[in-house]
């Protein structure tokens, strides 16, 4: 099954629903995922004076800027165009295709309420009375001849109780994941077909086919534990387990084939030959006063030239390149700064073994931890027996080795959930460093206070 790029966002609506905001944040979030783009306002490309004989709405001139806009940011590596305007019939999406050379093309149509619209538009125009009249009226006009122009296929969002963000971050969502419920209006103009469907399997329950995302807590040699999880388009854990060797880890990820997105705890772009790759320090940089920096990867240690995640990915043919829009793309992530993150954490939960760390605390950190993952509202393991009988063991816990046997399987389904959460909550994560020197996905630097280590005073 081809899948098919989304290269063009075409986000249209009546005056007033909020195409260039949106336009703005949705190029915001882009880049932040390390997706090269370029944010277009059509409006923008109009805005000349005296107008051209024969083209008093300026329609020619900006269609021909914006071919040479839309050549520029091509050349230049743009892989995601976001373009604001107003497109009212199909012909004219369909010169919008050309002139933006969009091999596969989303057209998003925008509304919103009449009173939501007036009151965005008097926010805009509040200080000029005859311009806020005519796009008052121009309002619901606009709107009904899009409404009667016999889009097809569109993503139709209505704006009027969504902030922009959300509606953004909705846009995004369905560009990375593109499904045969979001066929874009315009063909590709390779002559393939635009429509792009998510990875699908058959899960271990002998269910019907879904897009799976993975999950890995990859051991650095195969003496020691790796993770292995697999969480379904819904969030639902289908399977998981802990292995060793790479033939073992091969075997498992067989009943998983063709993954959407492999999210890896494990180093796995490593060129710099001493110290910390730059994403290292960035990331400690933004987690570190939580406790959640990052230890040193570089190539003077043999099992780091090359990463043993790197290996994996390259046997699996998976892209280690995380603007990729497409399935197959391999991530590496650190699970103590996106807890840190998403569950809004004060210091990093002390679940791994560590001197001075009793059984007791260990445990307490870990119950904490299931707790609070049972709690976010896009994994789903209440139909997991596996993970029953991991909290059973966590619970019961009397010996290290009783949290070893299942730590590595717990990240790994933490590990799956950012795997998921990359693909179906954009916004939630973003890029550290890049696919040159290495980089990790984990969510935006908190803005939550730390909290103070306990002290230890004497009697």
Same mark, same amino acid.
């Given at each position: ?12 609506? $009546? ?14 979030? /882009? ?33 021909? +800027? ?5 050549? +520029?940011?091509?050349? $230049? ?10 497109? @009212? ?39 000029? @009375? ?48 593109? /499904? ?19 990875? !699908? ?19 650095? +040699? ?25 033939? !073992? ?9 063709? %993954? ?46 090359? %990463? ?28 103590? %700064? ?35 993952? @049972? ?19 966590? !619970? ?47 969510? %935006? ?15």
């Amino acid at each position: 099954m081809s899948t098919a790029t989304l290269d063009t966002a075409l986000i249209n609506g $009546s005056v007033g629903t909020g195409k260039t905001t949106v336009a703005e944040i949705l190029g915001e979030l /882009a880049r932040r995922r390390g997706i090269p783009g370029a944010v277009i306002d059509v409006d923008a490309l109009r805005r000349s004076w005296p107008p051209p004989p024969g083209d008093p709405f300026r329609t020619a001139l900006a269609m021909q +800027n914006l071919r040479a806009v839309a050549a +520029n940011f091509r050349r $230049s590596g743009a892989r995601l165009l976001v373009v604001a305007a107003v497109v @009212e019939t199909r012909a004219e999406l369909e010169q919008y295709a050309v002139a933006l050379t969009a091999r596969s093309l989303l057209h998003v149509h925008l509304t919103a309420a009449p009173d939501a619209a007036l009151s965005r538009l008097r926010r805009r125009h509040g200080d000029d @009375e005859s311009a806020l009249r005519w796009h008052a009226r121009r309002h619901p006009e606009l709107a009904d001849v899009l409404d009667r122009a016999g889009f097809t296929d569109e993503l139709r969002i209505d704006t009027t109780d969504t902030p922009a963000t959300g509606v953004a971050q909705e846009i995004l969502a369905t560009l990375l994941a593109p /499904a045969a419920d979001a066929t874009p209006d315009c063909p590709s103009l390779d002559g393939g077909s635009p429509a792009a469907t998510a990875a !699908e399997i058959v899960d271990s329950r002998g269910g019907a086919a879904h897009a799976v995302f993975v999950g890995i807590d990859l051991a650095w +040699n195969d003496r020691a534990r790796t993770g292995l999880a697999a969480v379904d388009d819904e969030g639902r854990l289908v399977g998981s387990t802990t292995c060793r060797t790479d033939e !073992e880890i091969d075997d498992w990820l067989r009943a998983y084939p063709s %993954p959407d997105v492999v999210a890896i705890d494990a180093p796995l772009i490593v060129h710099n030959p001493t110290g910390q790759r730059p994403c290292e320090r960035m990331i400690t940089s933004a987690f570190g006063r939580f406790d959640a920096g990052c230890h040193a990867s570089n190539t003077s240690k043999a099992y780091m030239d090359p %990463p043993r995640a790197a290996r994996l990915a390259q046997r699996h043919g998976w892209t280690t390149d995380p603007s990729t829009i497409g399935r197959g793309v391999c991530l590496e992530v650190y699970p103590h %700064p996106a807890m840190v993150g998403l569950f809004g954490l004060g210091r990093i939960l002390p679940y791994k073994g560590k001197r001075g760390r009793t059984v007791t605390n260990r445990g307490a950190a870990m119950v904490e931890l299931l707790d609070r993952m @049972e709690g976010l509202s896009g994994l789903d393991v209440s139909d997991s027996e596996r993970w029953r009988e991991i909290r059973y063991a966590v !619970e019961r816990a009397t010996r290290p080795m009783h949290l070893e046997h299942v730590e590595d399987e717990v990240d790994a389904i933490f590990c799956a959930h950012l795997a998921w959460l990359w693909r179906r909550s954009p916004g939630a994560l973003e890029v550290y460093g890049d696919v040159r020197s290495g980089y990790i996905v984990a969510p %935006p630097p908190p803005s939550h206070p730390a909290t103070p280590r306990a002290r230890i005073t004497g009697p």
